[in-house]
């Protein structure tokens, strides 16, 4: 069974303190690794798409990095309006289903 | 330009009532995905429509759960003799199309609560 995991669950930083997310999956033939976030009350907002091991991608305070096990997303020098609920997901190859598998979160409080 | 729009935002029902929550995707989006996300739980994938229809109806917990998609644009999601454990907050997505991978683009939700 495919399986996206991630740590740690809860993350409280203090402003400008730099960490990193850690998301780790078990689906075979990866298609492609995704990030969102999601602040309360709203639906997830799309952050970056990874394809390949290696792949790096950039914004703004973000960024997101894939290996063939696992992916990170780097916060650098956060601010309080990063905090939000981080989610990760994979698409599993076709004839799995076209369903993305999502891991369930690491929430980021970025302290004043 | 317009994004996923889902209404309601809310629905409070009692236990056994049916109800039906819209989706409006992206204009041209092809790929219509349902979600249910509990409270402090992650995204439960529930259907995925290509177009009008439903190749993956795995994640569907209950024959009381039915989807459909007309004109390859608007779905309804509807739960008969809703239960308790049905209140969660139901999420949709759209992408530019199946065979990705492409991002999803989500709605705000529908809250359910069953009283």
Do not use: M
């Not at chain 2, 209950?62 to 998609?69: L, N, Q």
Request: glycine residues 10%; charged residues 20%; hydrophobic residues 30%.
């Amino acid at each position: 069974e495919d399986q996206v995991t991630q740590s740690p669950e809860a993350l409280r930083l203090q402003e400008g303190e730099s960490s990193s997310l850690n998301c780790s999956y078990t689906v075979s033939g990866l298609r492609g690794l995704f990030w969102y976030r999601q602040d309360p009350g709203k639906g997830p907002e799309f952050l970056f798409t990874l394809y390949s091991a290696g792949e790096e991608k950039e914004k703004e305070r973000l960024k997101a990095t894939l290996t063939k096990k696992e992916s990170f997303l780097h916060i650098t020098a956060p601010k309080p309006e990063d905090s939000a609920t981080y989610l990760c997901a994979v698409q599993a190859p076709l004839g799995y289903g076209q369903n993305f598998v999502f891991g369930p979160g690491t929430r980021l409080s970025v302290l004043p | 330009g317009a994004g996923v729009s889902q209404s309601p935002s809310n629905k409070v029902t009692e236990k056994g009532k049916d109800v039906e929550l819209r989706c409006d995707p992206i204009s041209g989006h092809t790929a219509l995905y349902w979600y249910r996300q509990s409270l402090g739980q992650g995204l439960e994938f529930l259907i995925y429509f290509q177009g009008n229809s439903a190749p993956d109806k795995s994640g569907l917990p209950s024959d009381r759960f039915s989807a459909e998609r007309t004109g390859g644009s608007v779905s309804t999601l509807t739960i008969q003799r809703t239960q308790q454990e049905d209140s969660a907050v139901y999420l949709c997505a759209s992408s530019p199309r199946a065979g990705g991978p492409y991002e999803q683009y989500f709605g705000p939700g529908t809250r359910l609560t069953v009283t």
